[in-house]
Structure formats: C-alpha cells, structure tokens
T-cell receptor, first 113, second 116 residues
C-alpha cells in the first residue's frame, strides 16, 4: 500500500531563515499533491496544490516542489516568522480511489524569535 | 462565506452510547468529506459525498459508523455503540469541484470525541 513519510522530527528554526519540510511517498505515483497547515485544536488549512506535471509552485513566501522521480515533495517557507509555527501536512490522492486523500503524519515547525 | 461549521466542538460519552455529529459545509460546495484524526497523526479518510450521494467509504470503516447528507446540504456522522478506540477528532471538509481532478478542501474545526 502507499505510504507517506514526513520529517520524522519536529523542526526548529530561527526567525528569518528558510524552513524546508520533506514529504516522501512510496508505492504510488500521485497525480496531485497538497500541503496543509494545522494549528492545535483546529482543522487543516489548505496552502498549495501541485500537479504531477508541475515541478514547482509558489505563493508569497511559500514554495513547493514535486519530484516524481525521487517520489518527493519539498515545502519551503522563506523569511520564516514565529506565526508560521504550526504542523504542516502533505496529502496525496489515493491509489484506486477517486476522492480519497492520504495525509502524512505532519511535521511540527517552530520558528524561534 | 462563513466556512465549514461543525457541532458540537467537544463530546464526551460513555462506552456503548451512540453519538451524532453535524457538519454544515460552505453553502455552494457540492463535495463533502469526513476524516478522523488522532494525536500525532494526519487525518484519515472516512467517507465522501457528492451532493447527497455517498460515493466512497473507507474499507476500514466499521459498520457502527454511518453518515448521511440529506438534500446535499448538511451532513451527519453517527457512531453507534461507541468504543474507547473511537476517541479522536472528527473533521468535516467540503469543496467545490467538477470532474476527476482535485481542488482544495476547506476543513471545519472538528468535533473532539472522548469515549470513557
């Protein structure tokens, strides 16, 4: 079955630096990959969607790359701020299903002032 | 656009009781999803509605779980004979989509269920 792995450890970075989060997947080639942000006690909030034929996508300080050869997506936050502290989830469309998203377990990011 | 609304925010129940959660999606959204999330894990898919039709259910979903979306508007998720393992955050999401591609999901804040 397909498997998603995100940074196994929580990530702490200094304010102003670039945070890079990793999403690796196996046993599948998704057509779509999405990134969400989740704050404690809240539902996930959509950030970016990237398609298999897109290598990179940007939105303000966010950048996502999608390498279908490496089976990996990288999520970058440039000029990070303490307000960026949250858990970041990657999600991909599910093998054999039209409407299921499979989520990774997330990476907890803390931006230190 | 008031976002996806879920009720209640918290529910504490005793093992063996039935519980029902409600989700009000964004009004024009035709697609509605239920997910379940436990601490330290990502959301896990439960079921999907296109308008009023329930088109997908997780193969892992117990038959104690049932969901409805009458008239393609709000949705309810019922858990019968709750077990301690049902304790989790139950998330509802909606989206406006056509065709087979993916679009962004809008999640509610969830219902936190604790089964004692």
């Amino acid at each position: 079955s397909q498997k998603i792995e995100q940074n196994s450890e929580a990530l702490n970075i200094q304010e102003g630096k670039t945070a890079t989060l990793t999403c690796n997947y196996t046993n599948y080639s998704p057509a779509y990959l999405q990134w969400y942000r989740q704050d404690p006690g809240r539902g996930p909030v959509f950030l970016l969607l990237i398609r298999e034929n897109e290598k990179e996508k940007r939105k303000e300080r966010l950048k996502v790359t999608f390498d279908t050869t490496l089976k990996q997506s990288l999520f970058h936050i440039t000029a990070s701020q303490p307000a960026d502290s949250a858990t970041y989830l990657c999600a991909l469309d599910n093998i054999g299903s039209a409407r299921q998203l499979t989520f990774g377990s997330g990476t907890q990011l803390t931006v230190l002032p | 656009d008031t976002g996806v609304s879920q009720d209640p925010r918290h529910k504490i129940t005793k093992r063996g009781q039935n519980v029902t959660f409600r989700c009000d999606p964004i009004s024009e959204h035709n697609r509605l999803y239920w997910y379940r999330q436990t601490l330290g894990q990502g959301p896990e898919f439960l079921t999907y509605f296109q308008n009023e039709a329930q088109l997908e259910k997780s193969r892992l979903l117990s038959d104690r779980f049932s969901a409805e979306r009458p008239k393609g508007s709000f949705s309810t998720l019922e858990i019968q004979r709750t077990e301690q393992g049902d304790s989790a955050m139950y998330l509802c999401a909606s989206s406006l989509g056509t065709g087979q591609g993916w679009e962004k999901l809008f999640f509610g804040s969830g219902t936190q269920l604790s089964v004692l």
